[in-house]
């Protein structure tokens, strides 16, 4: 789940013979030091298991679920352990917990078993380089969201070129374990990078820069980092067209230390200036083509259109994240970007993954100076993000 780069490898397909997960589904008899995850009333089972599979093992540590029991049960609970004592830990302490060989998730009861719970899992796990162990009748619990085993083999030749367009070796290295994890269902496969999300080096805000944000939500969320950034002489155009969204961002807007840096515009970004129809649903929506009962009428411009008419010196920065849309924005940025070349966050998930090609394409196609980068700062087949300077 952290980078890894066994050698260079000469294609995408190469690659994928030598990708590594780091969720298995067995434990090793040599295993010496376990850190277990448990749903409360599986404990005993738990620790019976362990003791079978690798009898040499000792406990790291213990995270309970639910989290809700109190200080004096825990205690009554690692006292009854038959084992050399081991420390009941919350889960947001595991990243900076005892040392251990292999991080054991072991829960049976559906409602324990949800994406977010083993998202938030291996963000806090996997990035300090701990593997994790499945327990083996819930394989499918590890499994990625859009599993498409047929998808290297259907789209290899436009998969290869994007890999070969990529700058360096981590980017070819996220890569390749996101297409492997799609493939194979094992989100085990997918490269944390070394930085939170939208925060490569190459690609983030200095102060005095120009950024547009092509979809802000109904929160500042990016915008607010963006504004600290940029600093007082910078700018930021954060673009939603979903109008609560926007009223909601606009509210907190006011009450923060950035209305002099940040402008919210109420309008989406696409290939044209147009009125279309916004999809809606629970907070989020997304541009489609035509009128059903789930949309509204949303306003949209391009960029080199807004560009032009704000007069702007230049721009620095463009990030989007807008459900889709992304390929139809750049089509829309192309005096932009050939003229001021700035720096790119762009996300690739959208479309039934198709935007892992139609993104970097779209991009190159543009401007083919452009340096090419590509990570997933988290543990799901999704936030992949393309990033160009």
């Keep these: 789940m952290h980078y890894t780069y066994p050698h260079k490898c000469p294609s995408l397909k190469a690659h994928l013979t030598v990708c590594q997960s780091s969720v298995s589904f067995g434990l090793d008899a040599g295993t010496q030091r376990v850190l277990l995850v448990v749903g409360l009333p599986e404990l005993d089972t738990a620790l019976s298991y362990i003791s079978q599979q690798a009898p040499h093992a000792t406990l790291a540590g213990i995270v309970i679920f639910p989290q809700c029991i109190n200080p004096e049960s825990a205690a009554a609970l690692a006292d ?87 700058y360096d070796q981590e980017s070819k290295a996220s890569f390749a374990g996101t297409i492997k994890a799609m493939i194979t269902g094992n989100i085990g496969y997918i490269q944390l990078a070394p930085f939170r999300h939208y925060r490569h080096p190459a690609t983030w805000p200095q102060p005095g820069d120009i950024v547009i944000d092509g979809g802000i939500a109904s929160r500042l969320y990016e915008v607010a980092h963006f504004a600290d950034a940029v600093g007082p002489f910078g700018k930021v155009y954060g673009f939603e067209p979903n109008q609560e969204n926007f009223v909601m961002a606009a509210a907190e807007l006011t009450k923060s230390p950035w209305s002099d840096v940040v402008e919210l515009i109420p309008q989406g970004l696409f290939s044209k200036q147009q009125s279309m129809p916004l999809f809606l649903k629970q907070g989020s929506s997304c541009l489609r083509e035509f009128s059903t009962a789930d949309t509204a009428p949303c306003q949209v411009t391009d960029l080199d259109s807004f560009v032009e008419e704000r007069d702007l010196s230049r721009v620095d920065v463009l990030k989007l994240d807008i459900e889709g849309a992304e390929v139809s924005c750049l089509c829309g940025a192309t005096r932009t970007l050939r003229r001021w070349k700035p720096r790119l966050m762009i996300s690739g998930y959208h479309n039934s993954n198709k935007d892992l090609v139609a993104v970097p394409e779209k991009i190159l196609q543009i401007e083919p100076s452009y340096k090419l980068g590509f990570a997933t700062s988290y543990p799901f087949m999704a936030e992949m993000v393309f990033y160009a300077w």
């Design 80 to 166: 009854s352990i038959h084992r050399p004592p081991a420390p009941i830990i919350p889960l947001s302490a595991i990243a900076e917990s005892p040392e251990a060989d292999i991080l054991v998730y072991f829960m049976q009861r559906e409602k324990e078993f949800q994406q977010p719970l083993f998202g938030s899992l291996l963000f806090h796990v996997l990035q300090h380089r701990k593997d994790i162990f499945m327990y083996p009748e819930r394989r499918s619990d590890a499994s990625c969201t859009r599993q498409d085993a047929d998808f290297f083999s259907k789209h290899a030749a436009a998969l290869e070129w994007v890999y070969s367009n990529l």
